[in-house]
């Protein structure tokens, strides 16, 4: 089955204690890309990647990072926590660009105390 | 950030009612496209509309892609429950790069039965 993982579904953690939230498509997808969904804001991009070892900063990349050292995997890491990084995170992936269908995973909620 | 203006951001509908909404954004978008996001799960993609004018179909859905390049819309005809969710528009434009994909704010739809 097509399918984009995210892990974990559900995560509370204290500030400043670094985490990592794995993303994670069977699909050979070349495009991936990190979200956060904020009530009231929709979706602002975080981090894309077109491809193995491509990255690039989205609308609101600070406080992430993110690396693509395989096609399949592409982890959003928080080095330092804070409590305005608690959100909903979704990874997705299509093909190539944006102009190709996308699939989203099913969300990481993220509470950071 | 570049986001679209979406609005109504929640409906209250009855069941068999039509329900409409819209995306604006003060620049051009060369692609448009609709998802729907369930309770507890990523956007799923429903439409997508990539030529001024174009309207196109999705069984009870009807979206629209805007002549100005500017603005869609969505219609979801004779609602049922499971229609109940958030809704949101998306945008890609050129002059952004084929990478970034812009999204509304999101109109949540509750269907009394």
């Known amino acids: 089955e097509a399918q984009v993982t995210q892990n974990p579904r559900y995560l509370i953690t204290v500030t400043g204690k670094k985490l990592t939230v794995t993303c994670s498509q069977n699909?050979?997808?070349?495009?991936m890309s990190w979200y956060r969904q904020d009530p009231g804001l929709g979706l602002r991009q975080i981090y894309y990647?077109?491809?193995?070892?491509?990255?690039d900063k989205g609308d609101v990349p600070e406080g992430y990072k993110v690396s693509r050292k395989e096609k399949r995997n592409f982890p959003l890491i928080l080095e330092s926590p804070s409590p305005n990084q608690t959100s909903l995170y979704f990874c997705a992936s299509s093909y190539r660009t944006w102009d190709t269908e996308a699939f989203f995973g099913q969300g990481t909620r993220l509470t950071v105390v | 950030g570049q986001q679209l203006n979406q609005s109504p951001q929640s409906m209250f509908i009855q069941e068999g009612e039509d329900v409409s909404m819209n995306c604006t954004s003060s620049?051009?978008?060369?692609?448009w496209l609709w998802y729907k996001q369930d309770p507890g799960e990523g956007p799923v993609l429903l439409i997508a509309l990539y030529k001024a004018g174009e309207l196109t179909s999705n069984g009870r859905l009807t979206a629209q892609f805007g002549i100005t390049r500017k603005d869609s819309f969505l219609n979801i005809s004779a609602s049922i429950p499971s229609d109940v969710g958030i809704y949101f528009c998306?945008?890609?434009?050129?002059?952004?790069?084929?990478?970034?994909?812009?999204f509304g704010q999101g109109t949540r739809l509750t269907i009394n039965p």
């Open positions: 620049s051009i978008f060369n692609t």
């Open positions: 998306a945008g890609q434009s050129k002059s952004q790069g084929a990478q970034k994909l812009v």
């Open positions: 990647s077109m491809n193995v070892e491509v990255t």
């Open positions: 699909m050979n997808h070349e495009y």
